[in-house]
């Protein structure tokens, strides 16, 4: 059976009411994983009453961080000092330097771009590329399709159809996420996957990008944060006192 | 020998803050279908109200089963009643009436 991810809630995390009712609400439309957006110098305290939260819900939390970097100083920094510290980290481009940036550096899982203001969505053929080398994804956060209206709403799905279609040559992955600040805009994996139909992508597509591609990013970042993790196939597998003597 | 057509029966369930009239429902929904699909789309629909009920919030609905993914962005693209906040959501999707109540029992 698949296991559904939603990896992008954005309750205020210090409105611990509202981010119970989004976790359980998740967790009653099938999601199995949430990702919640954390502010970067959270404290532990606070992990653990999340993590009791999702686990008295049946979910499991992944923790997210969001980065705005106005300058290349900026993004790196956050990089280096916050990448350890989270299972998922996601950038928001607002320049299309930043964007090349993020795309190029491996540190980052999510690449994630303006919904209100299109031009400023820069995921062309270049960025795919970079993307597609580095490993990082497209996030597409569908509540921003729900709330816009009219024009915008047409105008923000021939950006996303481009957009998917560009992912799909260069092989990047695409991942759809709630991007919900309320449960009201929450939806289930199968509504999302009938709402992706509308920019192009096919039903199969749309429910890998909710459940096994944020999945295995997910796994991959897990076992990289874990204490056992040395480099890419280096492993440790016995402590100095649990060692054989040879 | 025409084909029989295949049905989709969907049961919904509405949340919001406000009691949703039978009218309301029927509007709403025709005004997603319409503005995601325009006519031409909802035409291709079949979208029948089989049932629904104020107090528990619920509803059911049929659809061609050609168009389910239509139906169900239509409902998933609604946010909002008489500007209030509101979602549907589809509890179960099934092929006769009777999988679909025996489904909803389980």
Known sequence: MRMFIDLHLRPSIKDLNQVKKMVR???????????????????????????????????????????????????LNDLRRFRRKFEVISVVCASKMMARLAAKDRRVDLLSFSFTDLRRRFFDDAEAELASKALSSLEIDIASLLTSKGFSRIRLLSRLREEVATAKKFRVPVIISSGATNSLLMRGPHDYASLASLFDMTPSLALRALSETPLTMI????????????????????RKNNCLDV | MPRRVRRRYLALRVVSQEPVSLRDFKSI??????????????????????????????????????????????????????????????????????????????
């Open chain 1, 25 to 75: 609400k998740s967790s009653e439309l099938g999601y199995r994983l949430v990702g919640l957006s954390l502010s970067p110098d959270f404290k532990r305290e606070e992990f653990g009453l999340l993590q009791k939260i999702c686990k008295d819900a049946n979910t499991d939390l992944v923790t997210r961080a969001d980065f705005f970097p106005r300058t290349r100083h900026e993004l």
């Open chain 1, 219 to 238: 796994e991959q970042n897990r076992k990289k944060l874990s204490p056992d993790y040395v480099a890419e196939g280096v492993r440790v597998v016995r």
């Open chain 2, 29 to 106: 929904f025709w005004n997603a279908l319409l503005q995601l699909f325009g006519e031409y789309g909802a035409s291709q629909v079949g979208f029948s109200l089989i049932d629904y009920n104020q107090q528990s919030c619920q509803a059911i609905v049929r659809c061609s089963h050609k168009a389910l993914e239509m139906v169900r962005a239509s409902i998933a693209s609604i946010t909002e009643i008489n500007e209030k906040p509101m979602a549907i959501h589809v509890m179960r999707v099934s092929g006769t009436l009777k999988a679909l109540s025996k489904k909803a029992q389980s």
